[in-house]
């Protein structure tokens, strides 16, 4: 079946500091991938996409490069802020006639402070 | 705002109660998905709609059901609650195609005492 697997968290970095947050995945077929991000007492907004091996995706400073041969998409940011404190979620899409099926890992707490 | 609107925004209800939970998708949207966040399962899907017909389950048990009307908004419906059936309740919207994630709504937050 199709799943996904996230770090557990929480992630808990200075201001500055390097970010990776890790995602594997199963699926069949070629699904995308993305990453959603949940702030405090909000809805899942979406952080960035991929929808073929190799591709990047990229918003806000962060990044996850789509890699079929190690079935993973791992989130990445050079130096995170304060306000990148929030929940990430990684997720895969399988595609049908009715349009996409979101499948989503646990999710990983990120803090950051000042 | 992300064009998903759910209403209400919090609910407080006694157990074995019954409660209605609506959402209106993005403007063009036609695909309607539930979900259910806890703290102990995380975000589980519950089930999808697409242009008013039932397309695909997910763990969402039987004392719940949802449907999408004509004008495509969404209700879902939660009934003999449970403590357990407290969480945040969020719908989202995509388009026929896919490819491109959805769109969440803010969501309900369900407390059940």
């Known amino acids: 079946g199709n799943s996904v697997t996230q770090m557990e968290g929480p992630v808990t970095l200075s201001e500055e500091a390097f970010l990776t947050i890790n995602c594997t995945y199963t699926a069949t077929g070629y699904p995308s991938l993305f990453w959603y991000v949940q702030y405090p007492g909000e809805g899942l907004q979406l952080l960035l996409k991929a929808t073929k091996a190799d591709d990047k995706g990229s918003n806000k400073g962060f990044e996850a490069t789509y890699r079929k041969e190690t079935t993973s998409f791992h989130l990445e940011k050079g130096s995170v802020q304060v306000s990148d404190s929030a929940v990430y979620f990684c997720?895969?899409?399988?595609?049908?006639?009715?349009?996409?099926?979101?499948?989503f890992g646990k999710g990983t707490t990120l803090s950051v402070s000042s | 705002d992300s064009g998903v609107t759910q209403t209400p925004k919090h609910l407080i209800t006694a157990t074995g109660q019954r409660v209605t939970l609506r959402c209106s998708p993005r403007?063009?949207?036609?695909?309607v998905y539930w979900y259910q966040q806890s703290l102990d399962q995380g975000l589980q899907f519950l089930i999808q709609?697409?242009?008013?017909?039932?397309?695909a389950k997910g763990n969402i048990l039987e004392r719940f059901s949802a449907q999408q009307f004509p004008d495509l908004h969404s209700e879902l419906n939660l009934s003999s609650l449970e403590l357990g059936d407290s969480a945040l309740y969020f719908c989202?919207?995509?388009?026929?195609?896919?490819?491109?994630?959805?769109?969440f709504g803010s969501g309900t937050r369900l407390t059940v005492v």
């Open positions: 403007s063009g949207d036609l695909s």
């Open positions: 989202a919207s995509s388009q026929v195609t896919g490819g491109y994630g959805y769109t």
């Open positions: 709609y697409y242009n008013g017909e039932e397309r």
């Open positions: 997720a895969l899409s399988v595609t049908n006639q009715a349009g996409t099926a979101l499948i």
